[in-house]
């Protein structure tokens, strides 16, 4: 479904990406996996044509996004749809309003039918009810349920999300993890997860690609990233404090540089 | 650390000229958008009503208060020549050329000005124009460019409110309180008011309706994604808009004149 190639991105000296290689097949579920500032973000920036890559492809359904220009990127964005880490709901928009808000904007549908849509893609989320509230009356894993519903109102082939779990209690992370296997089960959809949270993709991935400073240092199935043998992978997915991956952001010296202080 | 004088003067100068390019581009993009179809009739009529309609009271009463004051200076200026008769043309002289463009901008500038800089401030720290992006709606033509055209079409129709409660505020105090000849009033001001002076202070307005939907639009825009970003950017907007507003009425009435 999507193919990147020798995906380049650079942030002054910082390489966000180096070299990206990596599929996401048709109807899975692949997550990708790295700590802060491994690149992971910019990665699906990147592959959801938010961002244009320095150099290399990102092929989607048999397009380069990274040169297609606007009208034609506009296309295939009506097959993604993409949940973001605040969910982004439109905050002067009731949800109702939030999740009508793609079906006004590209179809021509009548408002009997779109409240029908409306309804059954809060059903699916469970927060059938909560049409007439606005997102900031929403704790924090409803309005990611609500940002979820949106994505899917236009039914679409992918759907990315940034970061689904992060700052959820362990049942909205739950409910969350089941939504998107659910979605990717009965209406084969195909799902990209950017996440740092191990235990609770290795629950929902039929693939991991672990990124560390911009570079793909595991890619598999759930079983084989367990059985990894690369100590990054064995740090990262154990969250063990010391090891190959450093903590400290610096190269100077430590000693050096508390000596220097003194002169 | 070693400080580099002409460097530091060299960057900032830099950085200043390219943010008054950006902010060219971004106006120019946005102003091309608005012409371009699918034409968004009704997110330009909620911008009219933000801008415009929510900011009528405002104005009415500046304009009101502003129109007093200028009767009762007026005419206690005017009497020393015993030329009271005068007082309504200058009353409308000075509200219709200068007072109500600038004073009318002002607030519409505090009022909308701050709450536009905040609101796209707010979107851009919560993703809302990446989201905007992934449903395939182009942020720029959906939420700027309404705005833009909606202060060009606001501002002039309010300075317009502002201008003629102004006169009858002028005409409250001078005919009604301190016993100007109510003819005298309006002859002498439909005598003295030239056509030039209404199309000046529409020309004017309509550059400070752009002024205020272009910087508080930008302001917001480039704001830093944080929550210092968007009270900066907010406050920014309030005194580089109004600066700006005064700045332009200096140039354009000098090349009215």
């Not at chain 1, 992971?40 to 990147?46: A, H, V």
């Not at chain 1, 996440?195 to 629950?203: A, G, N, P, Q, Y």
């Not at chain 2, 304009?63 to 008769?85: C, I, N, R």
């Amino acid at each position: 479904m999507i193919r990147v190639e020798n995906l380049v991105k650079k942030y002054g000296n910082t390489v966000a990406s180096n070299r990206l290689n990596c599929r996401f097949e048709q109807g899975k579920v692949t997550v990708i996996l790295g700590g802060s500032g491994s690149g992971k973000s910019t990665l699906l920036r990147q592959i959801t044509g938010l961002e244009r890559p320095d150099s290399g492809a990102v092929y989607f359904d048999g397009m380069d996004l990274a040169l297609a220009t606007q009208k034609k990127l506009y296309e295939k964005r009506r097959k993604m749809g993409m949940l973001f880490q605040g969910s982004a709901l439109f905050n002067y928009l009731n949800i109702f309003e939030n999740i009508a808000f793609p079906l006004r904007e590209h179809t021509k549908i009548a408002e009997s039918v779109i409240k029908t849509i409306v309804t059954m893609k809060l059903e699916m989320v469970g927060l059938r009810g909560t049409e007439k509230l606005m997102p900031s009356q929403l704790s924090g894993g409803m309005m990611k349920r609500v940002g979820l519903a949106r994505a899917i109102v236009m039914d679409p082939k992918i759907i990315f999300y940034d970061e689904p779990t992060s700052g959820l209690d362990p049942i909205s992370t739950g409910v969350i993890g089941k939504l998107i296997m659910d979605l990717n089960s009965k209406l084969n959809i195909t799902s990209v997860v950017v996440s740092h949270d191990i235990e609770s993709c290795f629950k929902i991935a039929d693939k991991i690609i672990i990124l560390f400073y911009g570079d793909i240092i595991a890619e598999g199935s759930v079983d084989e990233i367990r059985n990894s043998e690369d100590l990054r992978v064995k740090q990262f997915i154990n969250g063990e404090p010391e090891g190959p991956i450093p903590f400290n952001r610096t190269d100077k010296n430590y000693l050096d540089e508390l000596l220097m202080e003194q002169e | 650390m070693n400080f580099d004088i002409p460097a530091l003067i060299g960057r900032s100068t830099l950085s200043r000229i390219q943010a008054l390019g950006q902010s060219g581009i971004f106006l120019a993009i946005a102003f091309i958008k608005a012409f371009l179809p699918p034409f968004r009739i009704i997110r330009l009529i909620k911008e009219i009503e933000f801008i415009g309609s929510k900011s009528f009271l405002i104005v009415a009463v500046t304009g009101l208060f502003t129109g007093m004051v200028l009767g009762l200076q007026g005419y206690h200026t005017l009497t020393q020549f015993g030329a009271e008769a005068l007082l309504g043309s200058a009353v409308a002289l000075s509200i219709i050329r200068e007072l109500g463009p600038v004073l009318c901008a002002l607030m519409v500038t505090g009022r909308a000005g701050s709450a536009i800089a905040a609101q796209i401030g707010i979107m851009k720290i919560t993703d809302q124009f990446p989201a905007l992006e992934m449903m395939a709606i182009d942020p720029v033509k959906y939420v700027i460019s309404p705005k833009i055209i909606a202060g060009i079409i606001s501002l002039p129709l309010l300075t317009a409110v502002f201008d003629v409660i102004g006169i009858m505020g002028g005409y409250l105090v001078g005919v009604k309180l301190l016993g100007v000849n109510e003819g005298a009033y309006f002859s002498k001001m439909v005598s003295a008011v030239t056509f030039t002076d209404i199309y000046g202070g529409i020309l004017k307005s309509l550059s400070f309706g752009l002024l205020i939907a272009w910087i508080s639009s930008f302001m917001g825009f480039m704001a830093e994604p944080t929550t210092e970003g968007v009270s900066t950017a907010t406050t920014n907007a309030v005194v580089l808009t109004s600066l700006s507003i005064l700045i332009v009425d200096y140039i354009l009435t000098s090349l009215l004149l």
